[in-house]
């Protein structure tokens, strides 16, 4: 799961993207993390509110998050 996150994420940005990379220096803008909260919640049949998403940081913020919905 969380290689197929990276894959995700990676598409968005042409910076290096690691478990540790801010969302913010990936130059991902809210449109783009909006896409990419969607990306997931379909391919892991989960569903994710606005208020979290203004919560991301990092890319573990989402990998985790991400996973926590999907044990629910």
Partial sequence: M???ILKEIQAFTKEKVTISSNIRDL???S???VELVVKAEEKFNISISDEEITKLISVSDFIELVKQRSNK
């Fill in 27 to 29: 130059k991902i803008d």
């Fill in 2 to 4: 969380e290689q197929e």
């Fill in 31 to 33: 449109l783009d993390l």
